[in-house]
């Protein structure tokens, strides 16, 4: 019986444009000024500003340097886990001051909150920072759903392509691989959740239907019918 949703954002709860059109152009445009702003002031930001070095082998004093290789990394869709976190921390600033309102499909904003209430632990897994998934959700066009989440996790447990990672969550959640259903719609991911033996709904909103024997749904409705099922 699943008792647990564990979902990813881009492309299954929101759409890859919103992603993709709204928020990488803004923190393109935004974190060079945040980065000069807050690099000598914010621990948070000189934390991943090391980070960045040490990955880039730029030198940590030239901070011009860094934000070019940030800017090369948004660019690229890098999953650098210090990028992913300064792009959290500017989309944070545009989040409070109304300039950015996350997406969330209607279906999926319907079913996250019926699913909360039946009683389903429901959590995040995303390449994007627990700060951005809590930002994401938090300020929608359709209002805030973080109370409807139990948890959040990013790339720090693992990539989303490996299965030690699903393992790790399965870890950190304290329940059966059985018990999970993990939603996504990328299927290289859900055969990484596989292999830790969760149960897995690939979510495919547009286009063909792929010939497979996997669980397909075209929306959220469709991922509850196989819910009530098991």
Known sequence: MIRVVLTDIEGTTSSISFVHDVLFPYASEHLPGF???????????????????????VAREDIEGL?????????????ETSLKALQGMVWEQGYQQGELKGHIYADAADYLQRWHDRGLRLFVYSSGSVKAQKLIFGFTTEGDFTPFFSGYFDTRIGGKKEAAAYRNILSELGVEAATVLFLSDVEA???AA???GMQTAWLVREGDLPETERFVARDFAEV????QKR
Do not use: F, M, Y
């Open 67 to 79: 934000i070019e290789v940030l800017k090369t990394w948004i660019s690229e869709d890098r999953k």
């Open 194 to 196: 596989e292999e830790s």
């Open 189 to 191: 991911e859900l055969e």
């Open 35 to 57: 980065v000069r702003d807050q690099h000598q002031d914010n621990l948070e930001v000189s934390e991943q500003l090391d980070a960045v070095a040490e990955a880039s082998g």
């Open 224 to 227: 509850d019918a196989l819910l």
